[in-house]
């Protein structure tokens, strides 16, 4: 049998860096496709057995990447909740014009699956309920989340009209290992930097805004499966089915410094839903999938690897 050919769009990010990883361990060719190409920090073994391709989504020389590729990931955006609104314009332009031109990429290049990650945390809007399954309503109050959940219904277009199959993973707020701390997304990976470099942890509002905070390793396992999936469904919250405020969020991290955690007060961003806990029982039923790092584990990686790193540098 010839050895599966995965094209992963943002592999040179966070979550892309981590999957590209795991593809190449599960016996899997790994092509990369992403606006910096090869990946900023240290080089890492695993790093020479990716062809790694300088290209925006998008581009002719992004399409014609998927050349043989017999799964695509899609993890790639230009934006994030906290910056889609300043420009929506290029947020769409960026994302959802580029990867329409991507799915009729696929399409030529008769790939067997697309799998790509939407925004469990923006898709859904303010929750009526919670946990919020995939059945309920979908009204974003950002760009991004517009966006993401434009993408998902131009994925069941071109599965209805051309049969490109494809696989939506609804991924909650993700957090782990190596995260960007400099980039505006991510709490754990800034409490943490800031916690390590001694700085007042910034919250906006008054702390009671709940997340639900899922390890990257879940998330890495959760698109492996579904590339793998034979079911009928097609669409799948990741996430733990549990909230954590970020005043606990603050309380867990306190546990795990041996100095003062200090936090700066902000106003309330107008992007941000007050909660979002996803359920994710039909990830578990279908997909056979279980979030296995508890949040506590997960923080103590993060805070080991961080401290591990300055002790390094002095």
Same mark, same amino acid.
Request: overall charge neutral; proline content about 4%.
């Given at each position: 049998?010839?050895?599966? *050919?995965?094209?992963?769009?943002?592999g040179?990010g966070?979550?892309?860096?981590?999957?590209?990883?795991a593809l190449? &361990?599960s016996?899997?060719?790994v092509? $990369?496709?992403?606006?910096?190409?090869?990946? +900023?920090?240290?080089?890492?073994a695993?790093?020479?057995?990716?062809?790694?391709?300088?290209?925006?989504?998008?581009?002719? @020389?992004s399409?014609?990447?998927l !050349?043989?590729?017999d799964? &695509?990931?899609?993890?790639?955006?230009?934006?994030?909740?906290?910056?889609?609104? %300043?420009?929506? $314009?290029?947020?769409?332009e960026s994302?959802?014009?580029a990867?329409?031109?991507?799915?009729?990429?696929a399409? +030529?290049?008769?790939?067997?699956?697309? =799998?790509? =990650?939407?925004?469990?945390g923006?898709?859904?809007g303010?929750?009526?309920?919670?946990p919020? $399954?995939?059945?309920h /309503?979908?009204d974003?109050?950002c +760009? !991004?989340?517009?966006?993401? @959940? +434009?993408i998902?219904?131009?994925?069941? @277009?071109?599965?209805a009209?051309?049969? *490109?199959?494809s696989m939506?993973l609804?991924?909650?707020?993700m957090?782990? %290992?190596?995260?960007d701390?400099?980039?505006?997304?991510?709490?754990?990976?800034?409490?943490?930097a800031?916690?390590i470099?001694?700085?007042?942890?910034?919250i906006?509002?008054?702390?009671?805004?709940?997340?639900?905070?899922? !390890? &990257?390793?879940?998330v890495?396992?959760?698109l &492996?499966?579904?590339?793998k999936?034979e079911?009928?469904?097609? @669409?799948?919250?990741i996430?733990?089915?549990?909230?954590?405020?970020l005043?606990?969020? =603050?309380?867990?991290?306190? %546990?795990?410094?041996p100095?003062?955690?200090?936090i700066?007060?902000g106003?309330?961003r $107008?992007f941000?839903?007050? %909660?979002?806990?996803?359920?994710?029982?039909?990830?578990?039923?279908e997909? *056979?999938w279980? /979030?296995e790092?508890?949040?506590?584990?997960?923080?103590d990686k993060?805070?080991?690897?961080? =401290?591990?790193?300055?002790?390094?540098?002095?």
């Amino acid at each position: 049998m010839n050895t599966p *050919l995965c094209v992963v769009l943002g592999g040179s990010g966070f979550l892309g860096q981590h999957l590209c990883r795991a593809l190449l &361990v599960s016996g899997s060719r790994v092509r $990369s496709v992403s606006r910096s190409g090869h990946p +900023s920090g240290p080089s890492e073994a695993w790093w020479s057995d990716v062809e790694w391709v300088v290209a925006p989504i998008g581009t002719t @020389l992004s399409a014609k990447a998927l !050349h043989n590729a017999d799964f &695509v990931f899609h993890l790639a955006s230009t934006t994030l909740p906290s910056t889609s609104n %300043e420009s929506i $314009s290029y947020d769409l332009e960026s994302n959802l014009v580029a990867t329409v031109k991507i799915l009729e990429a696929a399409v +030529s290049a008769g790939v067997r699956r697309l =799998v790509f =990650v939407s925004s469990g945390g923006t898709v859904y809007g303010i929750a009526r309920q919670v946990p919020i $399954s995939e059945t309920h /309503p979908t009204d974003p109050i950002c +760009s !991004h989340g517009i966006q993401k @959940l +434009s993408i998902e219904k131009y994925l069941y @277009l071109f599965r209805a009209m051309k049969g *490109l199959d494809s696989m939506i993973l609804r991924v909650s707020n993700m957090y782990g %290992e190596s995260q960007d701390c400099n980039k505006p997304v991510g709490a754990v990976a800034h409490f943490v930097a800031k916690a390590i470099g001694r700085m007042p942890l910034e919250i906006w509002g008054d702390g009671t805004t709940t997340r639900d905070y899922v !390890h &990257v390793d879940d998330v890495v396992k959760a698109l &492996v499966m579904a590339a793998k999936y034979e079911g009928a469904e097609r @669409l799948f919250n990741i996430g733990t089915g549990r909230g954590t405020s970020l005043a606990e969020l =603050v309380d867990l991290l306190r %546990e795990r410094t041996p100095w003062p955690v200090a936090i700066s007060y902000g106003a309330a961003r $107008s992007f941000d839903v007050p %909660e979002n806990v996803l359920d994710v029982g039909r990830a578990r039923s279908e997909l *056979l999938w279980i /979030p296995e790092v508890t949040l506590e584990r997960g923080l103590d990686k993060v805070v080991q690897r961080a =401290v591990g790193r300055l002790a390094a540098c002095t």
